[in-house]
């Protein structure tokens, strides 16, 4: 699940983050999307790597 987080102080800018876990807490990680590599998908070019742990709603 890949959330959008919204700047108040300038709505334009839009930054997309997941929920990993890390021993027994939960951090906001921060990632970098292109969802124009895929038809109906994003595809997250930095922020995770192989064998993370991320969080489901």
Known sequence: MIYEEKDAMHPDKVS???WKIEGDHL???YVLLD???TGNGKVV????ESGDVLARE
Do not use: N, S
């Not at 070019?45 to 995770?48: D, H, P, Y």
């Open 16 to 18: 997309y983050f997941v």
């Open 45 to 48: 070019l930095f922020g995770i």
């Open 35 to 37: 969802d124009t590599l």
């Open 27 to 29: 951090v906001k990680q």
